[in-house]
């Protein structure tokens, strides 16, 4: 209770003098008129049309939340609200930013950060349970445009049953959900108004529009890029052979829950096709960047220990920074393959971004013959790295005539030029020769696949593997050892 005697004279809502009515003191020691307090309280009840402020159940003059028991059935709600959107504050910053949320050791610093959250985030009423549920951030919940959605249109992840077809756990998982863009087909990396999804490139469209109509311009609604159908590499509905892309709610889909691995996006199946072993030296950073090559700078890739764990046996990765990193490893293939013009080759790796910046990958393989010369060379598009959680990006080489060598090459940075170790991250880069053990059988040459210890397979460790002293100084000794017994 307020330990000081509020001596205003008049009520601060109405202007009129607090003797001419019925009044009451706050908990925070401030007066009002009765009725002028209970009217602001029922105008400040949360609606499902509008996102959740608090703003009204706060007393005007030292912003203290109004509590007085005469006003507890007014109160008892937005309480219980404000309870709930603040543990979803936590869990979103536990989210967004786990490093800041984890050194929060004392209890004021985790209310500072909470505080901040409610200046930050919007939340929003469930259409259908009438819960709270995270909605976006406040810049874009402002727009005029998306307080016109229907309250109908939203709905939590535990109503929607859009997350429900790809997932059981829809409120456990929530944060793994990988949404469509709902202008494209690209996933989403925004969340806006409640429930329209963006990919990067359609949020920065909409956002320059939203600049548009705050200089007073006329602006259309946001166009839609139509999906390609059947080249579209992005999961479809049952029974659809391409996305619909637009402003309706129907435009708005799940393509798969990182949690459950329910699906799969892109053209990578998270599940290992047939084939050979790994042909890639070094894929997690294990041992540092031995095997790989470094484009030349300041601006590299790093290894670091892993944060997010892949398997048991992964402890590393590889980290880039606020430009263009980019590494490379060739794999002699005519020295694995018999007939290595005749093969199927998948490259692979697995990639990630940060909750606090946001980050791009890109992957390319070239196939060259012996003299070098590029006989084919395919690309990924630059992908947009997941929040904390790892997914396969894949390349199928098709049977290339004189093949000889095939490169994989890895490139990420980071998205706002942060200068550190901010960017996606990549481990288990791989290269393999596809097939079943009985489709490889003769089409591998086997002293190499199976045993790594025989002469080829020093001339490969030694030229592509940047052999270190500790393993080539003892094998040079016994050689010499050998010759003198010749001798």
């Known amino acids: 209770m307020a330990t000081f005697t509020d001596t205003s004279t008049d009520c ?13 003191t706050l908990a925070c020691g401030h007066r009002w008129h009765t009725r002028c307090i209970r009217e602001q309280l029922a105008h400040a009840q949360p609606s499902r049309s509008q996102r959740l402020l608090f703003a009204g159940c706060r007393c005007a003059k030292c912003n203290a939340y109004c509590d007085h028991p005469a006003l507890e059935n007014l109160t008892r709600r937005t309480d219980g609200l404000r309870a709930k959107v603040d543990e979803w504050i936590a869990r979103q910053l536990a989210i967004d930013a786990p490093e800041e949320w984890r050194r929060a050791n004392s209890a004021e610093e985790k209310r500072m950060l909470v505080e901040e959250g409610r200046r930050s985030y919007a939340f929003y009423l469930c259409g259908a349970c009438e819960e709270p549920y995270f909605g976006g951030t406040v810049e874009c919940a402002d727009q005029e445009e998306g307080e016109r959605v229907r309250p109908e249109d939203r709905l939590c992840s535990v109503c929607s049953n859009k997350s429900q077809t790809v997932c059981d756990k829809s409120l456990e998982h929530r944060a793994f ?3 469509k863009c709902r202008y494209c087909c690209n996933p989403s990396n925004f969340l806006c108004y409640g429930n329209v999804h963006f990919c990067n490139a359609c949020h920065e469209r909409n956002s320059e529009r939203n600049r548009s109509r705050r200089r007073g311009e006329t602006v259309s609604s946001l166009d839609a890029i139509p999906c390609t159908g059947e080249s579209c590499l992005y999961p479809k509905l049952d029974g659809f052979d391409a996305h619909n892309n637009g402003e309706s709610l129907d435009c708005e889909q799940v393509y798969y829950c990182a949690c459950c691995l329910t699906d799969t996006t892109r053209n990578a199946s998270l599940e290992e096709s047939p084939g050979s072993r790994n042909l890639i030296v070094n894929p997690s950073g294990e041992q540092g960047t031995r095997g790989w090559t470094l484009n030349p700078g300041h601006c590299r890739w790093k290894v670091e220990s892993m944060e997010v764990p892949i398997d048991s046996n992964t402890r590393t990765n590889f980290v880039s920074s606020y430009s263009w990193c980019i590494m490379y490893q060739t794999v002699p293939v005519h020295r694995f393959v018999r007939t290595p013009s005749q093969v199927r080759i998948e490259a692979s790796a697995k990639f990630m971004g940060r909750t606090d910046c946001p980050s791009v990958f890109r992957m390319e393989v070239i196939a060259t013959d012996a003299g070098r010369r590029i006989l084919r060379r395919i690309q990924t598009d630059t992908l947009n790295s997941p929040v904390d959680f790892w997914e396969k990006a894949c390349l199928i080489l098709e049977p290339v005539e004189g093949l000889h060598q ?5 490139s990420g940075k980071d998205s706002r030029f942060w200068r550190g170790d901010y960017g996606s991250k990549v481990c288990h880069c791989s290269i393999r020769v596809l097939g079943t053990e009985e489709e490889l059988e003769g089409v591998l040459i086997q002293d190499l696949d199976e045993g ?4 080829q397979w020093l001339i490969h460790a030694l030229r592509y593997g940047n052999f270190t002293m500790e393993v080539l100084f003892p094998i040079l000794v016994i050689i010499f050892f050998w010759l003198l017994s010749i001798d």
């Open 12 to 24: 601060a809502i109405c202007f009129e003098p607090l003797s001419s009515a019925a009044t009451l």
């Open 177 to 179: 959900h990988v949404w």
């Open 406 to 410: 095939v490169t994989l090459s890895v």
């Open 452 to 455: 790594r210890n025989n002469r």
